[in-house]
């Protein structure tokens, strides 16, 4: 490779990882049981995959600490996230006590469940599907739970943000 390739490879890197800065995200945690422990982290890839059956899909890299725990259980949750969740976002993404403390109870089919989260969702893990060092992970949902509406954690250029309405006139 010449250097003038290899150097537009890095502005092109550069490109993609800016492009996906810019672009705000829902902030989720996933939580799962493996071998009777907790594990969850914090996560932007969450998306509903389908109403009919209801299914979710997640992205995660297949060197994270929890890989193991998802690509070996049958039940995962997810959790979404409210503006008062900050810290525990922090908390999954940055920390590895992530299960100290009461924030959290054991849920059906013993997924671990977050308290005072704005919604969560529990279903059957369907499809793991690998591409390099990275997995999608297609979920089945099973049961789930609103709690009270709050403005969604947004994460946008490598911080937690707040939507902001849009001043709109017809």
Request: proline share 6%; no cysteine; net charge negative.
């Amino acid at each position: 490779m010449s250097p003038a390739d290899a150097a537009n490879d890095q502005l092109f890197a550069r490109t993609f990882r800016e492009v996906f800065r810019r672009h705000a995200s829902g902030v989720a945690i996933l939580t799962v049981n493996y071998g009777g422990l907790p594990f969850g982290f914090t996560a932007t890839s969450v998306a509903s995959l389908s109403a009919e059956p209801p299914r979710f899909t997640f992205n995660m890299s297949r060197t994270s600490s929890s890989w193991p725990a998802v690509a070996n259980s049958t039940y995962l949750g997810v959790h979404m996230l409210g503006l008062e969740n900050r810290e525990l976002a922090e908390r999954f993404a940055r920390t590895k006590d992530r299960f100290g403390g009461d924030h959290w109870e054991t849920g059906p089919h013993g997924v671990p469940l977050l308290k005072d989260v704005p919604a969560y969702l529990v279903g059957r893990i369907g499809l793991r599907l690998s591409f390099e060092n990275n997995a999608v992970v297609v979920v089945d949902v099973v049961e789930g739970s609103l709690g009270d509406e709050t403005a969604p954690l947004l994460y946008h250029s490598g911080s937690y943000v707040r939507p902001q309405p849009i001043e709109y006139e017809i």
